[in-house]
Nanobody
Framework: VQLQACGGGLVQAGGSLRLSCAVS????????LGWFRQAPGKEREFVAA????????DYADSVKGRFTISRDSAKNTVYLQMNSLKPEDTAVYYC???????????????WGQGTLVTVSS
């Protein structure tokens, strides 16, 4: 399984970015997908998750109402739309996949390489 994340960059506070993660080597429709992030000097933390059927979603409290996770099965891609960005959202963002929804929230089996998001104040 390979996950390739992209879309990071530098944005001002209050701005928006959309991260993408292309998934290959697996039957896309059978996997739950998620996003994590790791800020400098901090541990990696959960951001958002989406079940394979797209019927279930979960978000960290810190991003609820601002971030939206979605998937395009035709493109084997998962997205993270990030609005109203804050300086504290600065981090390396990782996409992740697992065949169990609970695992994609806690300890995903598969990880992408990460993409850096920097939010300036």
């Amino acid at each position: 399984v390979q996950l390739q994340a992209c879309g990071g960059g530098l944005v001002q506070a209050g701005g928006s970015l959309r991260l993408s993660c292309a998934v290959s080597g697996v039957t896309f429709s059978g996997y739950a997908l998620g996003w994590f992030r790791q800020a400098p000097g901090k541990e990696r933390e959960f951001v958002a998750a989406l079940s394979w059927s797209a019927g279930n979603t979960d978000y960290a409290d810190s991003v609820k109402g601002r971030f939206t996770i979605s998937r395009d099965s035709a493109k084997n891609t998962v997205y993270l739309q990030m609005n109203s960005l804050k300086p504290e959202d600065t981090a390396v963002y990782y996409c992740a996949a697992d065949w169990r929804y609970y695992s994609v929230i806690t300890t995903p089996r598969y990880w992408g390489q990460g993409t850096l998001v920097t939010v300036s104040s």
